[in-house]
């Protein structure tokens, strides 16, 4: 076999620590079995973080992570000699000590140089690393979502999915799969009764209450909308009332990790929904990413993170309507009043 590349180097990483879908450790696990350099990679990169199994992990705030990052990079570039030495030393090192995490730096610095020299990976704490691969994971699976979107617009004359909806109507009931048309998520979900995008891509990796959907193709056929919320993890743009055709604008704001109002929805359909908005409701970030940001999918299928709400070209609040402020009260059925207001609704 042929040298690793670097995305089976990622892969092998990734399945040490933990951070490789079902998918993904089928697939580390065959190049292992396959390939006598993926092995002992593997052997050499279990044998690195060994002694982070003795360690009582402690929280790491993003700027040190970066710090260290920029550390290691001067490590890499000014000096190979010293990360083949420290391979050495880590590889013959005798763990004792339950010492916190971040107490230890010199320790950290050895085992992620050991990372970097033979990974090419830069990342000093597994939490963070947790979390920048389920942003990375959020962005593929959002641009698999606009490929399945161009796909259904291409074989229908180029109109985005929709459903025919009474004036009013709550877009709020995700799960409810009465014959009305009900909730917001239901024109996103005739791709997936379509085939065009896989049910798993609705879900977000870094959303603590998603669940993929466990569903056979005839299963599917019997629903009218995803099964329940927990099922979709995203939030999509409201038409506004004078919408025209719905067709792909690139500007446009198309959808994006899920909106904070998700969080105080009612799951009983039978109840009168209305919410007071209040100034947490107004700022929050999405917790699919523990509130650092949001990806958005725009309509030209870029995908961007955004660490405010405040995003495309007109800066506009996209989980919340223009005439929104403290106070106002939400009732589940408004829609955007003009096209430049990018409401995303659960």
């Keep these: 076999m042929t040298s690793l590349n670097n995305l089976q180097k990622q892969l092998l990483f990734d399945y040490c620590i933990g951070l490789t879908s079902e998918q993904q450790a089928a697939e580390a696990k065959a190049l292992i079995s ?29 700027d040190l992570a970066e710090r260290t990052i ?37 320790h950290v610095i ?19 690393a947790r979390q920048y691969v389920y942003k990375c994971r959020c962005q593929n699976q959002l641009k698999d979502i606009f490929s399945g979107l161009s796909n259904y617009t291409e074989d229908n004359d180029g109109q985005l999915p929709t459903v025919a909806a009474a004036t009013g109507s709550p877009w709020w009931k995700v799960g409810y799969q009465g014959k009305e048309n009900h909730s917001n998520t239901r024109p996103v979900w005739l791709l997936v009764k379509g085939n065009y995008v896989k049910p798993a891509s609705f879900v977000c990796p870094g959303s603590r209450q998603g669940r993929s959907l466990q569903l056979n193709e005839s299963q599917i056929q019997k629903y009218n ?18 919408a025209k055709k719905g067709r792909l604008v690139c500007s446009k704001v198309l959808m994006a990790d899920s909106n904070p109002l998700s969080e105080r929805l009612p799951s009983d359909f039978s109840k009168t929904f209305k919410l007071l908005v209040d100034e947490e409701l107004m700022t929050l970030n ?3 990413h523990k509130r650092r940001g949001q990806n958005v999918l725009f309509g030209d299928g870029c995908v961007e993170f955004a660490k405010t709400r405040r995003t495309g070209v007109s800066e506009d609040d996209i989980f919340a309507l223009q005439e929104m402020s403290c106070g106002s ?6 829609v955007p009043s003009c096209e430049t207001d990018a409401f995303l609704a659960p």
């Design 34 to 62: 396959s390939s006598k350099e993926a092995a002992e990679l593997y052997s050499k990169l279990q044998s690195a973080l060994s002694p982070l199994d003795s360690s009582e992990p402690e929280p790491c705030p993003d």
């Design 70 to 106: 920029l550390r290691l990079k001067e490590l890499a570039n000014s000096s190979h000699d010293q990360l083949e030495h420290l391979l050495a030393t880590e590889q013959t090192r005798t763990v004792t000590t339950k010492a916190g995490f971040w107490h230890n730096f010199n």
């Design 110 to 128: 050895s085992v992620a140089a050991v990372i970097l020299l033979v990974a090419g990976i830069l990342i000093p704490s597994l939490s963070f």
């Design 225 to 242: 909308d995803f099964p329940t919320r927990k099922h979709i993890t995203y939030s999509f743009r409201i038409r506004c009332i004078n």
């Design 286 to 288: 999405s917790n699919n």
């Design 329 to 334: 009260e939400m009732k589940g059925y408004e």
